[in-house]
């Protein structure tokens, strides 16, 4: 059974930065694509950034140029750097694969919270 395991949130000034990281119980070769969610109070969830496995990478128009993810493939480990943080990144962030069979497995979620 897959796991996914997110941690790196916390509270963050406006302007400051963090790292989420997202565990996998296994090899992340398994996958097609990792990325991560968020999902703000009383929103939906929505698409922050995306890696394929070959290493391509998409974003959120809200966050490009702020935001960078990125794999360690030794480490099964997916990262989001975020830089100049807004108060509306505030969010549960959630890592997210996809298999190439089409199996979908989520994180349980990391806070992070922006204050101005």
């Known amino acids: 059974q897959v796991q996914l395991v997110e941690s790196g949130g916390g509270l963050v000034q406006a302007g400051g930065s963090l790292r989420l990281s997202c565990a996998a119980s296994?090899?992340?070769?398994?996958?097609?694509?990792m990325g991560w969610y968020r999902q703000a109070p009383g929103k939906q969830r929505e698409l922050v950034a995306v890696?394929?496995?070959?290493?391509?990478?998409n974003y959120a128009d809200s966050v490009k140029g702020r935001f960078t993810i990125s794999r360690d493939n030794t480490k099964n480990t997916v990262y989001l750097q975020m830089n100049s943080l807004k108060p509306e990144d505030t969010a549960v962030y959630y890592c997210?694969?996809?298999?190439?069979?089409?199996?979908?497995?989520w994180g349980k979620g990391t806070l992070v919270t922006v204050s101005s």
């Open positions: 997210n694969a996809e298999k190439y069979n089409g199996l979908i497995y």
């Open positions: 890696i394929t496995s070959g290493g391509s990478t």
């Open positions: 296994g090899s992340i070769f398994v996958f097609k694509a």
